[in-house]
């Protein structure tokens, strides 16, 4: 039995090293994954207004932060590009481009690092689309599944071929795992990884990466016909259970705080490595807060990946990785 005053729980509180000395969990640069937004040019930086501190990169720029990752010991960039309005479609097709924005980001990061850093490639349709929806449409706007499927392939194979380290399908297409994992076996990629967006909600916090990408004037209408209802917990175990059965290593839960319960449920039911994905409009919340003079960044910043790392998760994509990494004393 435990009961006061014998045991008093503010013991182990009372100073700095016991506190250090009984904490249960740590988070450490390589528990980060860093998002990179691409853009077209030379030399340039483009500011992304609806997520403060973050900009846009042009190939060179994105190198420069894949070396100051590997010196500051993360080791996973996830890249996003914003594809130039041009070579939008209605059916995406630059996505299959091997000399796309994102596969000429993907070969210099590899040239210039090798295997210093992990590159992790999203796959959906989003960046590509003149309509900004993550797949292929009918005349009614609804988003295709088994055709995506087949656009999906061949854009996991065109990122695999330019040397990307895990794809990451982000568009929540039913069987899309199983048909990438099968395309990578055939093609002699047999250690590129998939880290499968398993849970992904339709979520209001994503506007400022629609934004970041250039697809926020593009989208009509919503997700809510891939992306799962907010309200669902039980059906998020049944995506990671049908995603680890067709071959994904590591599954995701995004967005990140709001469903900290799933990535819970998630590790409690299948003991695999769990991400979350801090998104957009979760980095701008805390911004924003911090822009209002109601927060701290560097206490709200490590607080929250200290969440991620108690729920279980393996690691955090977070557009705070530079900076959280630079706090850990890196
Ligand atoms: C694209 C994709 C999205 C995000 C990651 N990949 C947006 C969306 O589904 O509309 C969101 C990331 C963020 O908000 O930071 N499929």
């Known amino acids: 039995m435990t009961s006061y005053p014998m045991t008093r729980l503010r013991r182990t509180r009372s100073t700095a090293w016991s ?6 969990v740590l988070v450490t640069p390589a528990d980060l994954i860093w998002p990179l937004f691409v853009t077209e040019g030379e030399g340039l930086e483009d500011p992304i207004l609806s997520l403060p501190g973050v900009s846009r990169w042009s190939v060179d720029g994105i190198v420069a932060r ?10 996973c960039l996830a890249l996003f590009p914003n594809t130039q309005a041009d070579r939008r479609s209605e059916d995406g097709k630059e996505a299959l481009n091997p000399d796309n924005l994102m596969c000429r980001a ?3 990061i590899k040239d210039a690092c090798g295997n210093d850093i992990g590159v992790l490639t999203d796959v959906a349709l989003d960046p590509y689309t003149s309509h900004g929806q993550d797949g292929l449409i009918d005349d009614a706007g609804y988003v295709l599944n088994d055709a995506t499927v087949e656009a999906l392939v061949g854009q996991s194979l065109n990122q695999a071929s330019a040397g990307a380290d895990i794809i990451a399908p982000s568009d929540m297409m039913d069987g899309r795992v199983g048909a990438i994992r099968e395309a990578l076996e055939s093609a002699g990629h047999v250690n590129v990884q998939i880290m499968s967006y398993a849970a992904k909600y339709a979520s209001a916090f994503y506007g400022p990466f629609r934004d970041a990408v250039g697809s926020r004037g593009l989208l009509k209408g919503d997700k809510k016909t891939y992306q799962m209802d907010p309200g669902n917990a039980e059906e998020a175990l049944r995506e990671v259970e049908m995603d680890l059965a067709e071959g994904a290593d590591s599954v995701m839960v995004k967005p990140g705080l709001p469903y900290l319960d799933i990535a819970v449920r998630v590790k409690e039911a299948f003991g695999v ?5 801090q998104v ?5 919340m805390i911004e924003a807060a911090v822009a209002a003079g109601a927060a701290d960044r560097d206490a709200m910043v490590l607080e929250t990946l200290l969440a991620f790392k108690r729920a279980g998760c393996s690691g955090v994509l977070t557009y705070h990785a530079a900076h959280a990494a630079r706090l850990m004393g890196a």
């Open 273 to 277: 490595p769990v991400f979350a994905y």
């Open 106 to 108: 993907i070969r210099a």
């Open 280 to 284: 957009s409009g979760e980095y701008a």
């Open 66 to 75: 894949a070396k100051e990752a590997v010196a500051l010991g993360i080791p």
């Open 19 to 24: 506190r250090a000395m009984h904490r249960e």
